[in-house]
């Protein structure tokens, strides 16, 4: 599967989100920068066929069709419209997503379900106090549920925060299980990830205590002086 996003835009003088390539394909993450508030939402609305740009086009595998879109990508924690309720318990955002997959959604399901994914210690949190990166990993896990879903539009991911790699390094992970992953985040997420990892620290010299001499200790060798 490919998505190809082709100069598309939005909003008068494009303020609501300027023109914008990139593509994302089965198998790989693609990470995309939109900055303010409304862009990555606004993006990733478009990207997955659920808004139509005033200019520019979006095509899968090679054909502009929204339905198809809307049907093959889910749309992951966009705010105001895919993200859960803030007060929402993480078991009952889950409980609710196993129920729109056709699965068990009563309370033994659905903390099968967290145990299986290292969870539990979450359950009765409020979606909104739940660590950045399981988040993004249990909406991830509960999107590629629904039925031919193919790929994933993650959005704003860091405005949770955390380091970028956390969620970065999920989002490789479900490319890895196939799926075509579009991540869209701020300039900053991408500085981060994109520089260097630091050098290993020097292990410091300590000081040499006052008043012990150092003596070099040489082997002595057999038919030796």
């Not at 599967?1 to 790989?28: D, N, Q």
Request: aromatic share 4%; glycine share 10%; proline share 8%.
């Amino acid at each position: 599967m490919r998505i190809e996003i082709e100069s598309v835009a939005k909003g008068r003088r494009e303020r609501a989100l300027p023109a914008i390539s990139t593509s994302f394909t089965t198998g790989a993450v693609t990470l995309v920068t939109a900055e303010t508030e409304q862009r990555p939402t606004v993006l990733g609305l478009i990207a997955s066929g659920r808004m139509r740009p005033d200019s520019g086009r979006v095509l899968v595998d090679g054909a502009s069709d929204a339905r198809a879109l809307r049907r093959r990508v889910a749309l992951v924690d966009a705010p105001g419209i895919s993200e859960p309720e803030p007060n929402v318990t993480l078991a009952g955002v889950i409980a609710e997503e196993l129920m729109f997959a056709g699965r068990r959604s009563d309370p033994l399901a659905v903390g099968r379900w967290l145990g299986e994914r290292g969870l539990s210690d979450w359950a009765g949190t409020p979606i909104t106090d739940v660590s950045p990166a399981d988040r993004v990993r249990a909406l991830c896990e509960t999107a590629v549920l629904r039925r031919g879903v193919e790929a994933l539009v993650i959005v704003a991911p860091d405005r949770h925060g955390g380091a970028p790699a956390a969620w970065w390094t999920i989002a490789q992970d479900f490319a890895t299980r196939g799926y075509a992953v579009l991540a869209i985040a701020g300039e900053a997420s991408r500085l981060a990830l994109e520089a260097p990892p630091a050098p290993p620290a020097r292990a410091r010299r300590m000081p040499r205590p006052a008043g012990i001499r150092l003596h070099r200790l040489t082997a002595r060798t057999n038919g030796g002086a």
